[in-house]
């Protein structure tokens, strides 16, 4: 299958059958000029009528055109002057989108301009000036007044939707919020309002809407969010503070609810009851708008301000009591009031840093909305198919269903006639030029309820007769005694005690009865006259006496019947009060039991995944266990195979060791065989040689005669041993004791200095054997000469 989507929808599901509504208006472009300030001299702007305006150039920008200035003029819907009011830009902007509103038409307004040019005074006003904002709360409070349901009653979802509870179920969350320690605070009341919003709007200039349903109940519900550097935030939004680490607030998202509108996803909304209450909540996100210091403005906008005022209305249901409960039915329609922040240019406010990047971001928002409204106008005048970029920006993105046919869309265009802003200035007129020739579909009426009219005026009327009536019936009834004798006679009375509150039969079947007894009691009095006239006097007057007797009876009768009735009366008040209270108790009571539910089931589930977690515990404890069990077994089965390993090792090392120590033994044997051998052989020598007297005046070898005439002395090999390798102090003979490494330093260098001497005459010995030019250790055998 092949899917064919409309460029500029998004492709996620079938757009929803609109009407066929061939009726377009265009948007509805004004024009409002602020007086100029003390200290500019020269005005660039001049109101020609009260729908167009001539721009002048200033004297330093002239721009020249065969040798004259050029001189452009705007026509709007219409130019508020300096001069105008706030109550006259009221009754023309805004009051229209109020009457549509209540009418369940969606309405868009915003404010547009240069930095400095008046656009928040426009939509806030001033103490004594209200804006267009609190005005137009007033005037929907003025209107849906007396019609307005009670707290609760309408209840927002997550989804951009509007439920509908009964009386009970919103007594029952008017108590719960009661209860509840207080997040949003309480509605002012007024006497102690607000001194910033206390005077916006005297009682003189207070307006409301003629035509207003009365078979409906509303509700009002308001949020605030700004848009700053493109992300969305809740200006309502209850954050509790850390002192020690505060956190940021977060940006929220954009959603598509079922019919395709965005909205603000958990954005907050109150429920609002008055115009002080709805201003309050306002005033209070405003004092967290991000506003700055600039070149141009001392309190600049630094984001745009988005306030949305919701109304819930649902119509009566067939007896005009209660509100009907089809959330069908329900009908919301929403006014967005927006003040946009103003384009700048950073040369003239030579903003750095953060403020830099705010106005980067504001003229870019700006710009895509110029850029959406230049290729809707584009489509409608060329026959194009463009799809619109109201993505780019949160602002075209939050509102591209009112450009396409959700509700009236109204701008109102501030200027500042001073010289400094009019390059700025003409971009706007040229942008405001632009707006006004692109058309918005007009919204479609709200469906008519099949219900007859009249019918809260209906049941009011019903009500107070029924009072006066129970009122009658529980005071003192002057009616014709005899009557009252003659009905006595007649059958009994049908049962009238009232045992629901929504009884409507018994009275009036009572009424009737009694109605009918009425016309029988004046045919028994037609007929006692004429029986008295016929019979004799006397006869007549022992049978008055009879009658006045009976009369007596009777109405002693009917005065006890009376009392009964009475107490039955305060019987069945007492009781309808005490249903009611035990009704709101059961209420109450079964809400309490689904709280309770709805906890034992956290628990239950609670205990379950904890009994399922310990139980996974205990398997894997149980793993573990049997895993520590293998791994000691393994770690003892390595330990036994190396402690036999390391074993074996040391055997093989002490064997080797001892063939080792043998080895060195042996040498050292022969060593010393051939020490005493030596020993022995000088010893026979130096006893064949003659001795001197003097052992000092010896020389230690033989003397010969030199060349030159002197003597010389030839060393033995001993002393010339002694010459080569001195004798230096005796060490002590290490002990043989030990283990075998020091048994083989010992051996190799720690020998004593006969040792030495002994081994060194050993080896000098031999290289005699084996001629006079061996060499050993530096020593060298001399020739005899």
């Given at each position: 299958s092949c899917y064919c989507f409309r460029r500029g929808k998004t492709p996620r599901r079938p757009a929803p059958k609109k009407p066929s509504n061939n009726q377009k208006d265009p948007v509805g472009v004004y024009c409002r000029v602020r007086p100029l300030g003390a200290e500019d001299n020269e005005c660039c702007i001049e109101v020609i009528s009260n729908t167009t305006i001539q721009l002048h150039a200033p004297e330093g920008l002239r721009a020249n055109r065969n040798g004259e200035f050029k001189e452009t003029q705007y026509s709007f819907k219409r130019v508020f002057g300096i001069k105008t009011s706030q109550m006259e830009l009221f009754e023309d902007?805004?009051?229209?989108?109020?009457?549509?509103?209540?009418?369940?038409?969606?309405?868009?307004?915003?404010?547009?301009?240069?930095?400095?040019?008046?656009?928040?005074?426009?939509?806030?006003?001033?103490?004594?000036q209200g804006g267009l904002l609190p005005r137009s709360l007033d005037m929907i409070f003025n209107s849906i007044g007396p019609y307005q349901a009670k707290r609760f009653v309408f209840k927002t979802d997550d989804k951009n939707g509007m439920d509908v509870q009964t009386q009970v179920d919103a007594l029952l969350e008017r108590q719960k919020r009661e209860n509840q320690p207080a997040v949003?605070?309480?509605?002012?009341?007024?006497?102690?309002?607000?001194?910033?919003?206390?005077?916006?709007?005297?009682?003189?200039?207070?307006?409301?809407?003629?035509?207003?349903?009365?078979?409906?109940?509303?509700?009002?519900?308001?949020?605030?969010?700004?848009?700053?550097?493109?992300?969305?935030?809740?200006?309502?939004?209850?954050?509790?503070?850390?002192?020690?680490?505060?956190?940021?607030p977060q940006s929220k998202i954009l959603r598509e609810d079922q019919n395709h509108n965005m909205y603000v996803s958990g954005c907050t909304e109150v429920e609002v009851k008055s115009t002080e209450e709805a201003f309050e909540v306002f005033w209070r996100g405003q004092k967290k708008r991000r506003i700055a210091n600039t070149q141009l403005n001392r309190e600049s906008s630094r984001s745009h301000s988005v306030f949305i005022i919701k109304l819930a209305q649902a119509p009566l249901d067939a007896d005009g009591d209660n509100i009907l409960q089809d959330k069908n039915q329900v009908s919301v329609s929403q006014l967005c009031l927006v003040d946009l922040a103003g384009s700048e240019r950073t040369s003239r406010t030579r903003a750095e840093g953060n403020r830099l990047r705010e106005a980067g971001n504001i003229n870019q928002s700006l710009m895509t909305l110029r850029t959406c409204i230049e290729v809707l106008r584009e489509n409608q005048m060329c026959g194009t198919n463009k799809m619109v970029p109201y993505r780019d920006s949160k602002v075209?993105?939050?509102?591209?269903?009112?450009?396409?046919?959700?509700?009236?869309?109204?701008?109102?265009?501030?200027?500042?006639?001073?010289?400094?802003?009019?390059?700025?200035?003409?971009?706007?007129?040229?942008?405001?030029?632009?707006?006004?020739?692109?058309?918005?579909?007009?919204?479609?009426?709200?469906?008519?309820?099949?219900?007859?009219?009249?019918?809260?005026?209906?049941?009011?009327?019903?009500?107070?007769?029924?009072?006066?009536?129970?009122?009658?019936?529980?005071?003192?009834?002057?009616?014709?005694?005899?009557?009252?004798?003659?009905?006595?006679?007649?059958?009994?009375?049908?049962?009238?005690?009232?045992?629901?509150?929504?009884?409507?039969?018994?009275?009036?079947?009572?009424?009737?009865?009694?109605?009918?007894?009425?016309?029988?009691?004046?045919?028994?009095?037609?007929?006692?006259?004429?029986?008295?006239?016929?019979?004799?006097?006397?006869?007549?007057?022992?049978?008055?006496?009879?009658?006045?007797?009976?009369?007596?009876?009777?109405?002693?009768?009917?005065?006890?019947?009376?009392?009964?009735?009475?107490?039955?009366?305060?019987?069945?008040?007492?009781?309808?009060?005490?249903?009611?209270?035990?009704?709101?108790?059961?209420?109450?009571?079964?809400?309490?039991?689904?709280?309770?539910?709805?906890?034992?089931?956290?628990?239950?589930?609670?205990?379950?995944?904890?009994?399922?977690?310990?139980?996974?515990?205990?398997?894997?404890?149980?793993?573990?266990?049997?895993?520590?069990?293998?791994?000691?077994?393994?770690?003892?089965?390595?330990?036994?195979?190396?402690?036999?390993k390391w074993e074996k090792e040391c055997e093989r090392r002490v064997c080797a060791k001892q063939l080792e120590m043998q080895n060195k033994l042996w040498v050292k044997d022969e060593k010393l065989k051939q020490l005493k051998a030596i020993v022995t052989e000088s010893k026979t020598q130096s006893d064949q040689r003659p001795r001197p007297s003097r052992e000092k005046d010896r020389p230690p070898g033989e003397v010969f005669r030199t060349r030159g005439g002197g003597q010389a002395v030839q060393f033995t090999d001993v002393e010339t041993l002694r010459q080569e390798h001195p004798i230096g102090p005796s060490r002590k003979r290490r002990s043989s004791e030990g283990n075998a490494a020091q048994a083989d330093d010992r051996v190799e260098g720690d020998w004593t200095d006969v040792e030495t001497r002994c081994s060194m005459a050993v080896e000098m010995r031999a290289g005699s054997n084996l001629g006079p030019g061996y060499q050993h250790h530096g020593y060298q055998k001399r020739r005899k000469p």
């Amino acid at each position: 299958s092949c899917y064919c989507f409309r460029r500029g929808k998004t492709p996620r599901r079938p757009a929803p059958k609109k009407p066929s509504n061939n009726q377009k208006d265009p948007v509805g472009v004004y024009c409002r000029v602020r007086p100029l300030g003390a200290e500019d001299n020269e005005c660039c702007i001049e109101v020609i009528s009260n729908t167009t305006i001539q721009l002048h150039a200033p004297e330093g920008l002239r721009a020249n055109r065969n040798g004259e200035f050029k001189e452009t003029q705007y026509s709007f819907k219409r130019v508020f002057g300096i001069k105008t009011s706030q109550m006259e830009l009221f009754e023309d902007v805004a009051k229209p989108l109020v009457d549509d509103l209540i009418h369940s038409k969606n309405g868009l307004l915003f404010t547009y301009g240069v930095t400095g040019s008046g656009k928040t005074f426009t939509m806030t006003g001033s103490p004594g000036q209200g804006g267009l904002l609190p005005r137009s709360l007033d005037m929907i409070f003025n209107s849906i007044g007396p019609y307005q349901a009670k707290r609760f009653v309408f209840k927002t979802d997550d989804k951009n939707g509007m439920d509908v509870q009964t009386q009970v179920d919103a007594l029952l969350e008017r108590q719960k919020r009661e209860n509840q320690p207080a997040v949003v605070p309480k509605t002012p009341s007024r006497q102690r309002v607000d001194p910033e919003f206390a005077d916006m709007i005297t009682p003189a200039e207070a307006c409301r809407v003629d035509e207003v349903d009365e078979d409906s109940s509303y509700s009002v519900f308001v949020s605030y969010i700004e848009i700053y550097n493109n992300y969305i935030y809740d200006l309502l939004e209850e954050v509790p503070f850390d002192p020690i680490k505060p956190k940021p607030p977060q940006s929220k998202i954009l959603r598509e609810d079922q019919n395709h509108n965005m909205y603000v996803s958990g954005c907050t909304e109150v429920e609002v009851k008055s115009t002080e209450e709805a201003f309050e909540v306002f005033w209070r996100g405003q004092k967290k708008r991000r506003i700055a210091n600039t070149q141009l403005n001392r309190e600049s906008s630094r984001s745009h301000s988005v306030f949305i005022i919701k109304l819930a209305q649902a119509p009566l249901d067939a007896d005009g009591d209660n509100i009907l409960q089809d959330k069908n039915q329900v009908s919301v329609s929403q006014l967005c009031l927006v003040d946009l922040a103003g384009s700048e240019r950073t040369s003239r406010t030579r903003a750095e840093g953060n403020r830099l990047r705010e106005a980067g971001n504001i003229n870019q928002s700006l710009m895509t909305l110029r850029t959406c409204i230049e290729v809707l106008r584009e489509n409608q005048m060329c026959g194009t198919n463009k799809m619109v970029p109201y993505r780019d920006s949160k602002v075209t993105h939050l509102f591209k269903n009112y450009f396409d046919g959700e509700g009236k869309v109204r701008m109102v265009v501030c200027v500042n006639p001073k010289a400094d802003d009019y390059e700025e200035t003409m971009l706007v007129m040229r942008f405001a030029e632009l707006t006004q020739e692109v058309e918005v579909d007009r919204p479609a009426d709200r469906p008519v309820c099949g219900f007859a009219a009249g019918r809260r005026h209906k049941n009011q009327a019903f009500k107070d007769e029924l009072s006066r009536r129970l009122e009658e019936r529980g005071g003192p009834v002057d009616a014709d005694r005899t009557v009252l004798e003659l009905l006595q006679n007649l059958p009994p009375l049908p049962p009238s005690e009232i045992t629901d509150p929504h009884d409507d039969i018994t009275l009036p079947r009572l009424i009737e009865v009694l109605e009918k007894r009425h016309k029988v009691r004046q045919m028994m009095t037609q007929e006692y006259n004429k029986t008295g006239e016929m019979f004799p006097r006397f006869l007549h007057r022992s049978m008055l006496q009879d009658l006045d007797n009976s009369l007596a009876s009777k109405e002693n009768f009917i005065h006890d019947q009376r009392g009964k009735l009475g107490d039955k009366d305060k019987t069945i008040q007492t009781q309808k009060t005490e249903m009611d209270r035990l009704e709101k108790k059961c209420k109450m009571l079964e809400y309490k039991i689904d709280i309770l539910q709805k906890t034992t089931n956290v628990y239950e589930e609670d205990k379950r995944s904890l009994q399922q977690e310990l139980e996974s515990r205990e398997q894997r404890l149980q793993r573990e266990q049997s895993e520590k069990r293998r791994m000691e077994q393994r770690m003892q089965s390595m330990v036994q195979d190396t402690k036999l390993k390391w074993e074996k090792e040391c055997e093989r090392r002490v064997c080797a060791k001892q063939l080792e120590m043998q080895n060195k033994l042996w040498v050292k044997d022969e060593k010393l065989k051939q020490l005493k051998a030596i020993v022995t052989e000088s010893k026979t020598q130096s006893d064949q040689r003659p001795r001197p007297s003097r052992e000092k005046d010896r020389p230690p070898g033989e003397v010969f005669r030199t060349r030159g005439g002197g003597q010389a002395v030839q060393f033995t090999d001993v002393e010339t041993l002694r010459q080569e390798h001195p004798i230096g102090p005796s060490r002590k003979r290490r002990s043989s004791e030990g283990n075998a490494a020091q048994a083989d330093d010992r051996v190799e260098g720690d020998w004593t200095d006969v040792e030495t001497r002994c081994s060194m005459a050993v080896e000098m010995r031999a290289g005699s054997n084996l001629g006079p030019g061996y060499q050993h250790h530096g020593y060298q055998k001399r020739r005899k000469p």
